[in-house]
């Protein structure tokens, strides 16, 4: 049974900073891509941040210069740090993993990051 378990979220005031982690059991973590989304209330689900099995990334311009995602295969487990959050990253960041485009891809149930002052 695959599992992805997103944790971290929060209320941060403008400014601040989380760390979002995601736990995964049931896959071979090292050899998937792994990703972060995030959907805002009324709006589509957005590509966050990726990055692959040999720790190649990917960033949204909207993040890039904030974030920073990081694995570690040892603990099966994927990281997204955020800096400098601005009330528009408001949103559930949702956990991804992805082992190939023809399969679909699994999913976190998502944490919500709330920015507010």
């Known amino acids: 049974q695959v599992q992805l378990v997103e944790s971290g979220g929060g209320l941060v005031q403008p400014g601040g900073s989380l760390r979002l982690s995601c736990a995964t059991s049931g896959i071979s973590f090292s050899i998937y891509t792994m990703g972060w989304y995030r959907q805002a209330p009324g709006k589509q689900r957005e590509l966050v941040a990726t990055?692959?099995?040999?720790?190649?990334?990917n960033y949204a311009d909207s993040v890039k210069g904030r974030a920073s995602i990081s694995r570690d295969n040892a603990k099966n487990t994927v990281y997204l740090q955020m800096n400098s959050l601005k009330i528009e990253d408001t949103a559930v960041y949702y956990c991804?993993?992805?082992?190939?485009?023809?399969?679909?891809?699994?999913w976190g149930q998502g944490t919500q990051v709330t920015v507010s002052s």
């Open positions: 990055i692959t099995g040999g720790g190649t990334t």
């Open positions: 991804n993993a992805r082992y190939t485009i023809t399969r679909p891809p699994y």
